[in-house]
């Protein structure tokens, strides 16, 4: 008798869940123990024709009888049963590895089971990937590309139209007499530009970043800007202090008109999607920093005001082009990142 192929089992799993063959009617053990029944009862009869005075003894008693009986029955039954107990251990062992190998095989072919439904679920999240990363590019190529026509802007080019729209100046009263104390030299400067006023928001990329630090000198002279990059300044310093830079992250592109609306006072879920900072490390850090620390939260809440009040007035002279390269600034993927934590887009 062979014991069940568990190589053979293993590649085929349905074999392992066939019926287990039962072993043959008569085996060795079988033809054995008839072997030694009929030797017992030749012995037994050999005695009984061979020793002197068993033929001629007297008569049986009962008892006699029955002992006889018991001495030739008793070594046959014995035999028998330790056969049939042989038989029933090899059958059980059978059985045992027979359902064995078949676990083995259910357990194989679960785990191949497992590993295609992995492999169709990673390919579907691939693909759900893919689907993403495209919408987020046309989203980009949209928010990036789009532009309108502005006809209240009267300068010729981008480079050289004012970023910020001048204040008008108080209304003086006809009784009060205007002093003569000359023109202030901030009205006599030239505007800062919009190519200059989003390069300086970038701030210089290195030391040897020439173009950079002039528009960042440019930029300075103007008080409203000045306030709004000294304090991005320090909110850039303090997260750099966390290992955080906003060059690490990529934000998802919001359209200009969102922007538009956010600047013109509008809030909710409608705008959320200015928030588009997605690194759950950098959230989760600065969202620690501001609960504990005072001097971050402080610097933080400012450059907010600070973003939002000269946002304001670039919004109303720039073209959407214009916002959208303003929104990829380093200046505002701190806005987008502390806008979020603080709540600023609900």
Sequence with gaps: MGEPNAESNLSDPGAALRPVPRIAARGRGEWGALALSLAWLGLVGAFWWFVPGAEGAGGFSAASVVMTVVGIVLPVVMIWMATIMARTAREMRAEAQALKTSLEAM?????????????????????????AIAARQAE???????????????????????????????????????????????????PVSVADFIRAMQFPDNAEDKEGFRALRRALEDRTMAKLLRAAQD???LLAQDGIYMDDLKPDRARPELWRRFAKGERGREIAALGGVRDRSSLALTAGRMRTDTIFRDAAHHFLRQFDRTFTDFEQNATDQDVAELADTRTARAFMLLGRVTGTFD
């Design 140 to 190: 980009t190529a949209l928010a990036t590309f789009s532009s309108r026509r502005d006809h209240g802007v009267v300068q010729p080019s981008a480079d050289r139209k004012a970023a910020l729209v001048a204040p008008r100046p108080a209304p003086v009263a006809d009784d009060q007499p205007a002093l003569a104390l000359g023109t202030p030299a901030e009205e006599l400067a030239e």
């Design 107 to 131: 357990r194989v072919a679960f785990a191949n089971q497992s590993q295609m439904r992995s492999g169709a679920g990673q390919a579907l999240e691939k693909k759900l990937d893919e689907v």
């Design 235 to 237: 909110v850039l310093n």
